[in-house]
């Protein structure tokens, strides 16, 4: 079975993000959110650039990854609606997310997103998530709250069943 990732972003021993830390503090405890494809291409965008499709690696002590379960078929659609936004060129916008943070209503601008939209917009394409949920007012903390239930949770060991020891006598 294929899968997205979502990295999540907290700031919290960022010590030079003031923008990171406020945005944040609206909606703890996230500020960005990413997502990333199984070939380790990762779809972002960032305060004052356009939509960035790179391979790149996350440091797990500053982000959280929530893992969605989906086909191949739901997959390939994610990335390729990832590389259509990456190549329409669009702009991180400040109005748009603070809007969001704010829930004030604002008319959504084609040419610009900000992450937690970008990363929604992504999912939907895919039928990750329903088409009801109005992207432009998911924040990075709500959209870890909604994704939660949706993720694979996988323990740290798996039990198979009951296991018997071996012993050995000696003779």
């Keep these: 079975m294929a899968s997205v ?9 960022d010590g030079d993000g003031f923008v990171n830390k406020l945005v944040a503090r609206m909606d703890q405890p996230f500020c960005h959110v990413k997502t990333q494809f199984g070939d380790g291409l990762a779809c972002s965008i ?5 939509v960035v ?4 690696t996350f440091d797990s002590s500053n982000y ?15 990335l390729a609606h990832a590389h259509l936004l990456n190549n329409q060129g669009l702009t991180f916008s400040s109005l ?12 959504v601008n084609a040419t610009s997103t900000f992450c937690s939209k970008l990363v929604v917009d992504i999912l939907q394409h895919a039928s990750l ?3 009801t949920v109005m992207s432009h007012q998911v924040t990075q903390s709500t959209l870890h709250r909604m994704v939660l239930p949706l993720a694979c949770v996988r323990p740290a060991v798996q039990c198979r069943g009951p296991a018997t020891a071996i012993d050995f006598k000696s003779l």
């Design 64 to 78: 959280s990854c929530v893992t969605m379960p989906c086909t191949r078929a739901q997959h390939s659609l994610a």
């Design 46 to 50: 960032y305060m004052g650039t356009a």
């Design 5 to 13: 990732r979502l990295w999540f972003y907290d700031p919290a021993s």
């Design 53 to 56: 499709l790179r391979k790149r």
């Design 96 to 107: 748009q997310m603070y809007s969001c943070l704010l829930w004030t209503p604002i008319a």
């Design 129 to 131: 998530l329903p088409p």
